[in-house]
């Protein structure tokens, strides 16, 4: 259970730092394996994306592009002017040009004078950033690498062909809703919206007068985003799910989730039209996280965002793949996999 934070950011430190300890502990027991280095996920809504271009010369005599002119051109790419308290998480190169032509995935080899680079900068806020490192190293972990967590996401999650085709993945957690989007085999958008979960829970606990916990159980066992699919005659007993008395209608748990479902699906909506991608991306949305298993969820985001819809589990992966064959492990897997893939080198 992770107490020590809000909306993805640190909110109490020591709070955090048992938290991280007690899973990592758990994580050893289980695996017989001491963890000394992790790699970190990250979200909240200090983060923010923006496109930026690096142009460099090229730097041979004979004009072959190698993988330094690469290196440099993303470089250049990331000379951006930032706040004091902000700093760049990530270069996300998608697209090179090489003098005159444009789309090219890869230069390295190519020949050419000029050397373009299309890249999203993601950045973030140091002192959220600094909060979160620290409390892993608190933990006597080190950290082995930072990861936007949709991006993790979208490693274990997304296939090639989504990624070429367009895609829009969806993490709704808990404090949160994070949305990455793809086309063209690259990264077009990402988005940390401050909405998730716990609003729906926090919605139910008000509007049927229970505590906090009461709520969750009801989202959980009682929860859909499709009132039209649910009897007007049917009750859930709050004495079953602790409360000393009362029953509620359904139909109105369905009405108050469907509610805010709608509210975070409108701050989608929102940021697809800011990249004029609205209803626009062929291989639909892909879900993940704690909520994408919400009854009628599915069909509330096919008829608001004009999309296929599909809830995504994580591949890539070998070994007792039954227990993590859920939405809600995409960015733990993806961080997994993003590791194995890009620190991790083979043997000689």
Do not use: W
């Amino acid at each position: 259970v992770s107490t020590g934070m809000r909306k993805g950011v640190v909110v109490d430190i020591e709070e955090t730092i048992k938290n991280i300890r007690e899973a990592a502990q758990l994580a050893q027991r289980i695996s017989g394996i001491k963890i000394e280095e992790a790699f970190i996920g990250i979200g909240g809504s200090h983060i923010s994306c923006r496109q930026s271009r690096g142009v460099i010369a090229v730097s041979r005599a004979d004009g072959e592009i190698s993988e330094e002119d690469k290196a440099r051109a993303i470089s250049a790419a990331s000379a951006i002017s930032l706040p004091p308290n902000r700093e760049i998480l990530h270069v996300l190169p998608r697209r090179f040009t090489v003098d005159e032509q444009d789309a090219i995935k890869d230069p390295v080899g190519m020949n050419g004078v000029r050397l373009e680079v299309d890249a999203l900068i993601v950045e973030g806020a140091t002192p959220y950033i600094k909060n979160l490192i620290k409390c892993v190293r608190e933990a006597d972990i080190e950290e082995a690498g930072l990861l936007l967590s949709c991006v993790a996401d979208s490693s274990a999650v997304l296939t090639k062909r989504q990624k070429e085709l367009g895609v829009l993945l969806l993490d709704l957690g808990g404090g949160t809703t994070s949305l990455a989007i793809y086309e063209e085999g690259d990264i077009l958008h990402c988005q940390i919206l401050p909405v998730g979960n716990m609003h729906i829970t926090n919605d139910l606990a008000i509007g049927l007068r229970t505590s906090i916990d009461t709520a969750e159980k009801i989202k959980l066992e009682y929860g859909s985003a499709e009132p039209d699919s649910i009897s007007k005659k049917e009750m859930v007993d709050l004495v079953r799910l602790g409360e000393a008395e009362g029953q509620v209608a359904r139909l109105q748990v369905a009405e108050i989730i469907e509610a805010r479902v709608n509210e975070i699906l409108d701050l989608v909506n929102k940021e697809l039209k800011k990249i004029d991608r609205a209803g626009l991306l062929p291989a639909g949305v892909v879900l993940v996280g704690g909520g994408a298993k919400l009854p009628g969820l599915v069909e509330l985001i096919k008829e608001k965002l004009k999309l296929p819809v599909q809830i995504g589990n994580p591949q890539g992966l070998e070994g007792i793949i039954d227990q993590i064959d859920d939405p809600e492990f995409a960015t733990c897997c993806g961080l997994i996999v993003s590791a194995l893939i890009d620190y991790i080198q083979p043997e000689g």
